[in-house]
């Protein structure tokens, strides 16, 4: 099977530049996430969609930063206008939730990141 | 809220045992687990636990307190493959909505020399 599914993998822009990055979780998976990852404060959550619905957005920095999942499939996360703060690695994972109201082993499985450079 | 706590970085020696501590403190505890990232890569599962005690996986092992808000990563017969950050994470009901989200500690990076 297919791991999560980002892309691009790379990404060099200006500041004031409109950034997406995109993703397409795991087949069968219903709660797609959307992390940050710097140096400084190692890994955030940003934001987390369950069965498409976002449900806590409370990681997302600022109105620039806004994430849709239109579909099972495919979710977006979008900057406008970037920042060279912005700089860092957007990962996002999915998981298979249900079953166990919140429980059980249902880890999340990343996919390998977009590294975003805002100059 | 959530407060985790790992060390920056550890070194050992290949073939030796080390043990990584996790300290976390959530007001609605749902589980832990370890993750592995190696550099420039995406971080990928290890372990989890929700009861106290340890969980053993092959060369891994995981330990969990609930009361002392206390984990520990346990990593035997290290080979230099073993080199990489290890993420301590901690599943919360507690955010609005009971999201059940993972927040991550800032990871240990582990160096393995020969």
């Known amino acids: 099977d297919a791991g999560v599914i980002q892309s691009p993998r790379h990404e060099v822009t200006e500041m004031g530049q409109e950034v997406t990055l995109r993703c397409k979780p795991i087949?069968?998976?219903?709660?797609l996430f959307w992390y940050r990852q710097t140096m400084m404060r190692g890994l955030e959550l940003l934001i987390y969609f369950n069965n498409n619905v976002p449900i806590d957005d409370s990681g997302m920095p600022e109105d620039r930063f806004s994430a849709k999942m239109p579909n099972a499939s495919f979710s977006t996360l979008k900057i406008q206008p970037s920042e060279p703060r912005d700089s860092a690695v957007y990962f996002c994972?999915?998981?298979?939730?249900?079953?166990?109201?919140?429980?059980?082993?249902?880890?999340?499985?990343f996919g390998p990141g977009t590294r975003l450079l805002v100059l | 809220g959530q407060n985790i706590d790992q060390p920056t970085e550890m070194t050992a020696t290949e073939g030796a045992i080390v043990q990584i501590n996790c300290t976390y403190q959530?007001?609605?505890?749902?589980?832990l687990f370890w993750y592995q990232q190696h550099a420039g890569e995406a971080p990928t599962f290890l372990s989890y636990?929700?009861?106290?005690g340890l969980e053993e996986k092959g060369r891994f092992s995981s330990f969990l307190s609930r009361s002392k808000g206390y984990s520990y990563l346990l990593l035997k017969e290290l080979q230099m493959k073993d080199s990489a950050s290890y993420l301590c994470a901690v599943r919360d009901r507690s955010p609005p909505g009971g999201a059940n989200n993972l927040f991550f500690g800032t990871g240990t990076r582990l160096t393995v020399i020969p």
């Open positions: 959530t007001s609605g505890f749902n589980g």
């Open positions: 994972a999915s998981r298979r939730s249900g079953g166990l109201a919140g429980g059980g082993e249902e880890t999340q499985y």
């Open positions: 087949s069968g998976h219903n709660s």
């Open positions: 636990n929700v009861l106290d």
